[in-house]
């Protein structure tokens, strides 16, 4: 019986001890794993190379045959928002038809593609030799040497008109963050024709935000989105003058205009900031007999006619540089409710 027990007491002992020095299996937490942004590529109906002009058969294309007679839809984007509504309408008015603001039977067959959707565009060093980031500060941007463009996709959305998501979409393949020369883009194939003349007039319409160009027989020559002031106090009304036109501008910072900015207020005195596509009044400026006030480019073309100003007319940088080809000293710019 002692030989008994006292086996037992030694194999409780041991086990124990067995027990105290198995090994803890550790989990490891498993990385979460994002899943990889999928860019879903917009699909283009094919046209036989003798298949010009047609009609427009979607939005996408009606947004690029309205572009080429300059009647903007606004950042090409492939859907139906306002401001495609309001460039049918602009050119329902045109043809003296009945303004629905849609593609309906009687737009469609006026309305033609003369010729294909889309183009190749081909990154070169130039493109690439103009990329810098943007200052996050209005110090940091006055000591750059220009404003220009931050991304390869910023700049060739604004050649092609669109948004930069259309362009991800049409390239579904390509690897944004590091673009090389000589990479093939497909975008929009949209040209602004040269002017055959100035404009006699422009009419600014502040409840549907948008601006034309008239001709001397009262003719569209352009139709632009645009953004205006915020603050209802702060839109003109009524006749101005264009007074200055200015390409390419710098853009002079008074802090007493931006009293929202404690940067500006500390710095206490203006700062001017160097011309490029990424300057508060982006590439063109034409000034008003207004004080303060212009139609002007913008580094945000997307936003144009979403979002307000402080009391300008802010059009996208491309509209913008074609208005300057329109415009005259003294010409008269009418704003109308």
């Given amino acids: 019986m002692l030989v008994g027990l006292g086996w037992l007491w030694w194999h409780n002992k041991s086990a124990k001890k ?44 009606a947004q690029v045959a309205l572009a080429r007679r300059v009647i903007s839809p606004g950042a090409i984007d492939s859907a139906l928002g306002s401001q495609t509504r309001a460039a049918i309408a602009a050119f ?43 200052g996050k500060t209005w110090l940091a941007k006055s000591e750059q040497s220009a404003l220009d463009y931050e991304t390869i996709l910023e700049l060739v959305a604004e050649k092609a008109h669109a948004y930069q998501s259309l362009i991800q979409k049409l390239n579904p393949e390509v690897d944004w963050t590091n673009v090389l020369a000589g990479t093939v883009l497909k975008i929009p194939s949209v040209d602004y024709p040269e002017p055959a003349d100035k404009a006699a007039f422009v009419v600014i319409h502040l409840s549907e935000r948008y601006l034309e160009a008239f001709g001397e027989e009262t003719n569209l020559l352009a139709h632009f989105p645009c953004s205006i002031a915020a603050k209802k106090e702060k839109r003109p009304a009524g006749e101005l003058q264009v007074t200055v036109i200015a390409p390419d501008p710098n853009y002079t910072v008074n802090p007493e205009l931006f009293p929202e900015s404690s940067e500006l207020q500390a710095i206490g005195h203006k700062i001017r900031l160097p011309p490029g596509p990424n300057n508060p009044v982006g590439v063109a ?19 144009v006619g979403r979002t307000e100003s402080h009391g300008c007319f802010r059009l ?10 329109l415009v005259w000293v003294g010409m008269p710019v009418e704003v109308v409710p």
């Fill in 285 to 303: 400026w034409i000034g008003l007999n207004l004080p303060g006030y212009g139609m002007h480019g913008t580094p945000g073309p997307e936003q």
């Fill in 92 to 134: 329902q008015r045109s043809q003296h038809l009945s303004e629905s603001a849609t593609l309906d039977t009687n737009t469609r067959p006026l309305l033609m593609l003369d010729a294909p959707l889309l183009t190749n565009y081909t990154v070169t060093t130039n493109d690439l030799a103009r990329l810098q980031p943007i």
């Fill in 18 to 61: 067995t027990a105290a020095h198995k090994p803890v299996a550790v989990v490891q937490p498993v990385a979460k794993v994002e899943p990889k942004k999928v860019v879903k590529p917009i699909v283009v109906a094919p046209v036989s190379p003798t298949g010009f002009p047609h009609p427009v058969r979607d939005v996408l294309e």
């Fill in 316 to 325: 996208a940088n491309w509209d913008a540089e074609y208005l300057v080809k």
